[in-house]
């Protein structure tokens, strides 16, 4: 298959740690690529490089087969990232969040659009409030909205079911495996919950101290290291990969 | 409330360098931000009545000063000038930097700066909402100048516009300097968005001229393009006319500090993205 995200020796020195360190790999057109390793292992710091909001000290980066370096704009307009770290601003109402939002990617018929998303994520009844009233729930669902309505072909997500409980996770899971069937949106997502990321992933990639250590179809993974699941996998990986994250 | 911002479209995108920004996004942040302030007071504050109360203390005093002596009889003129050309500087840095702030206090800055949006609109967009917050303010401010005071900022004729020309242009120099201080190291600067401007007023001789300050100091007045206005204005109210090179001098280092703050917040805006600060910044 076609690899849409290109990622070539990639290191990001910050002045005190190494959060990525020549780090390479592919995500194929059209699965969900769980990115994976400890705390601190450098996931975040990857996301943001393939968003332009983080220079990378060396490598390269490509999307669509171009250039992040020299072609921003136009792959941004192809791709959007949602994460509980970041928010629409509350004090305003969840439908002028989505036309600005809207707004800001050029879509041309922006209430046809809105129209389309809010009915497809369940959230018409939510247009009209205020965005700081509602439960994190819907914010989660609001925010995949937002970052849907530019038709992304690339999703980024970072921990996107980190403050869920587990109904609202499990139906963001539905969700995300939803968007990707229907759609064929690539998404490269990260979390800590492993049975997700089973249910979840076409393939993923375990990075351990900005380094890549192995790739793979979840199920072949478990089978290559004779477990049982892949939390059992992730721990192997994550000590033998010499001190553990405590102590790093 | 709705708003149909229908800007003559083709007109303004000859304006933005061969279509180098993009008119939509530019239009997308102000409009984000003018759905605010219908429904916040603070901000409907924020432009109409700090600047409204301000006058009033002003015109009041000066207009008890003027009773208490006869002789200065453009007090009144120069005062009121004094704090409505101030309005102008103070709001329009004040402008900028909230606009930024905005975004910041409500985690959305990462939002913004994932979709294809550049700097250069970012900024644009900053100069139109602060344009639109201080013709408001400042039509308000004129007419209660003139009902209550009989003060016409007009009263300085054609010399009026490149005045305010010259102090809306310093304010979104400043203004663009904070941001670029508060994005580089965080929002613990943020308390400079209210308070470097008074860092800037003693050297303006705002409300007196330059030979009041103390020689040593001079020279710093003369280095900022705001002394250049108030000196002017006290020019015109005193001899009817204004020397051109006060104009000159004001524009012409605006100028240079426009060039200044645009490679400043450049070059921070790189380091930013270098040391991965835009994702800490709350
Ligand atoms: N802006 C920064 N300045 C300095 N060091 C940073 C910065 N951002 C991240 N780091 C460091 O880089 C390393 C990788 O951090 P990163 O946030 O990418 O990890 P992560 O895999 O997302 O971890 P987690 O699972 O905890 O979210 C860490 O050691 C972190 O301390
Ligand atoms: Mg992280």
Request: aromatic residues 12%; proline residues 4%; glycine residues 6%.
């Amino acid at each position: 298959m076609k690899a849409i995200i290109e990622v070539r020796h990639l290191v990001k020195k910050f002045k005190k740690a190494i959060a990525v360190n020549d780090l390479s790999f592919d995500v194929e057109e059209g699965t969900i690529t769980g990115l994976l390793g400890p705390n601190g292992a450098g996931k975040t710091t990857t996301i943001q490089m393939l968003l332009d909001l983080i220079t990378p000290t060396s490598g390269s980066i490509k999307l669509f087969g171009l250039d992040m370096a020299t072609h921003r704009e136009e792959i941004l307009n192809q791709v959007n990232f949602s994460s509980p770290y970041v928010s629409l601003p509350g004090n305003l109402k969840v439908r002028e969040n989505l036309y600005t939002f809207a707004r800001l990617y050029g879509v041309k018929d922006i209430k046809g659009k809105i129209n389309e998303l809010v009915d497809y994520f369940d959230i018409r009844d939510l247009l009209p409030k205020m965005t700081s009233t509602l439960s994190t729930g819907q914010l989660t669902r609001l925010n995949l909205t937002k970052a849907m309505l530019n038709d992304p072909k690339v999703l980024l997500l970072d921990e996107p079911t980190s403050s869920l409980d587990p109904d609202i996770a499990d139906r963001t899971r539905k969700l995300l495996k939803r968007i990707q069937k229907e759609r064929g949106i690539t998404i490269l997502y990260t979390s800590h919950n492993m049975e997700e990321i089973e249910e979840l992933c076409d393939r993923v990639i375990f990075i351990q101290k900005g380094k890549f250590r192995d790739d793979g179809v979840p199920s072949e993974l478990i089978k290559k290291y004779g477990h049982t699941d892949l939390n059992e996998v992730f721990l192997q990986i994550a000590r033998e990969g010499g001190e553990i994250n405590s102590n790093s | 409330m709705k708003y149909s911002c229908r800007l003559p479209a083709k007109e303004v995108k000859l304006i933005l360098i061969l279509d180098l920004m993009k008119w939509y996004r530019i239009k997308a942040l102000i409009i984000r931000h003018l759905y605010l302030y219908p429904r916040s007071f603070p901000r409907i504050m924020d432009v109409l009545f700090w600047p409204v109360l301000e006058l009033l203390v002003w015109g009041f005093l000066s207009a008890y000063l003027e009773k208490l002596n006869l002789e200065n009889i453009n007090l009144v003129s120069i005062l009121l000038g004094a704090i409505i050309f101030w309005t102008f500087l103070n709001r329009s840095q004040e402008a900028v930097t909230v606009a930024f702030l905005e975004d910041v206090w409500e985690k959305n800055l990462l939002n913004l700066f994932v979709t294809p949006i550049r700097i250069s609109e970012f900024l644009f967009s900053t100069v139109i909402l602060g344009l639109v917050r201080i013709v408001t303010a400042g039509a308000i401010l004129g007419v209660i100048a003139l009902v209550l005071y009989h003060f016409s900022i007009f009263q300085f004729g054609i010399y009026t516009v490149p005045f305010i020309l010259s102090l809306l242009l310093f304010g979104w120099i400043l203004g663009l300097f904070i941001t670029a201080v508060i994005l580089r190291f965080g929002t613990s600067a943020q308390v400079l968005a209210f308070g470097f401007i008074f860092l800037i007023q003693p050297f303006s001789a705002v409300f007196y001229p330059v030979s009041a300050l103390p020689v040593a100091v001079q020279g710093i007045a003369y280095l900022l393009p705001s002394t250049y206005v108030f000196e002017g204005m006290r020019a015109v109210i005193a001899t009817g006319t204004l020397p051109l090179n006060y104009l000159a001098f004001s524009f012409g280092i605006n100028a240079m500090y426009l060039i200044i703050v645009l490679f400043f917040f450049y070059a921070m805006f790189r380091k930013v993205k270098e040391r991965g600060l835009l994702l800490k910044l709350d």
